[in-house]
């Protein structure tokens, strides 16, 4: 699940004591498949080691098949508790000591958990990054959890985090099914401040930090529209209610300039719960079938460029046209939403409405800071809206 704060006290073998207590957390499933470590930067300062330290042990733990790093992204945890073979435990001299900011007493964890559907791509693991810098600032430890975008999984993810008793939880809902109302409301009924993150959940009153996903989609159409653009694909990985948002006022904006958005240039994917909007191989067949299909319009029908709003299926779009012999942006324009990070060689050409995870993941930390200390109440409405940006990127072109 998330990122820990001991320190290794000794100066001796470093790396195998990091190696060890990374090993140990996947056994105790204290770290998850899918979960992200923590940097190298925030691992070296954490245990007074240095990078190279830290890229020795995290190799050894990938020879060991329990991690793999992925370059743009960060260091993923590959097996589960049940899978990862235990390493043996270091000896009391040598074990990492735990920092006074977590109490040994059921009292509350000093600790902050953010739920994300995923953690591997779009603007989520810059969005992670800066959530664990700032909740350390405030001397507070972070957990990360993942639903795989199920509804059923957030609830167990909820009980147990209920169960450790965390100092505040900073959530995203899943994009696919209704949120249970109760799920959330247990925590608050608990005393645990809940700060929801990208959309609210119906008959839950809390802080939000919202992605404004009309604003979003309408500066797309406007910077494509600005393009000269007229026919204009819309793509998306699988229904939902975000989708239906952007779709909607992406299709409003086209008809306020006078250009449209018919049935024939809209595809939205069929993908499983767990695997929207992630990369993979159905992904890729889809959109390759998609714009086959696009593409063998008569030319006065054809698409010239497409907005997807998740830029991890972006770069599925561009890989498929190039594939295609297409030229990107000479041939085709495309635009998506990321983050401003831009993470990622191919993720940073694609050019984006971006969301700056930097201030959102501030605001996060300090509205469950201030719940926890009691200045703003569990149940406050304050809504927030996050803070957008463009990245010019390497996808565009003018057809004017």
Not at 162 to 177: F, H, Q
Not at 193 to 213: C, D, M
Not at 335 to 351: D, K, Y
Request: one cysteine or more; aromatic letters at 6%.
């Amino acid at each position: 699940m998330g990122a820990n704060t001991f320190r290794d006290t000794t100066r001796t073998t470093k790396y195998a004591k990091l190696r060890d207590l990374i090993s140990d957390q996947i056994a105790t499933g204290t770290l998850s498949k899918g979960d992200f470590l923590p940097s190298e930067p925030v691992l070296a300062k954490r245990f007074e080691i240095s990078r190279s330290t830290v890229r020795q042990a995290i190799a050894e733990l990938e020879t060991d098949g329990l991690v793999e790093r992925i370059p743009g992204k960060g260091t993923l945890v590959l097996q589960s508790s049940a899978l990862a073979p235990p390493r043996p435990m270091p000896s009391a001299a040598s074990r990492p000591t735990v920092p006074p900011t977590v109490s040994a007493t059921p009292q509350a964890l000093s600790v902050f958990t953010v739920v994300l559907p995923e953690l591997k791509t779009g603007h989520y693991p810059a969005l992670v990054q800066h959530f664990e810098q700032a909740a350390s600032d405030l001397m507070r430890q972070t957990i990360f959890c993942t639903t795989g975008n199920d509804v059923r999984r957030q609830g167990d993810i909820i009980l147990q985090l209920i169960d450790k008793r965390v100092a505040g939880v900073a959530l995203s809902p899943p994009t696919v099914g209704a949120v249970p109302t109760h799920q959330i409301r247990q925590l608050q009924l608990n005393g645990i401040p809940v700060v929801l993150l990208h959309r609210g959940v119906t008959g839950i009153t809390a802080p939000i930090i919202e992605i404004p996903y009309e604003t979003v989609a309408e500066r797309a159409a406007e910077v494509l529209l600005e393009q000269g653009h007229r026919r204009i694909a819309f793509i998306g990985s699988h229904a939902s209610a975000s989708t239906e948002r952007y779709r909607h006022s992406f299709a409003k904006t086209l008809e306020a300039h006078g250009a449209s958005l018919p049935e024939e240039l809209v595809w939205i994917g069929n993908q499983s719960i767990a695997e929207a909007g992630t990369p993979n191989s159905q992904r890729l067949n889809e959109v390759e079938v998609a714009f086959d299909k696009m593409m063998a319009l008569p030319g006065d029908r054809r698409p010239t460029a497409a907005f997807d709003p998740w830029d991890a299926d972006a770069e599925a779009i561009y890989l498929t046209l190039l594939q295609r012999g297409m030229s990107i942006p000479k041939d085709f324009s495309i635009i998506s939403f990321g983050g401003a990070s831009g993470t990622g060689t191919l993720s940073s050409r694609i050019s984006s409405i971006t969301l700056d995870e930097h201030h959102f993941a501030l605001k996060a930390v300090e509205l469950l800071e201030n719940m926890v200390k009691g200045d703003l109440r569990l149940n406050d409405d304050s809504r927030f809206l996050a803070d957008l940006g463009f990245r010019k990127g390497e996808t565009l072109k003018s057809v004017n």
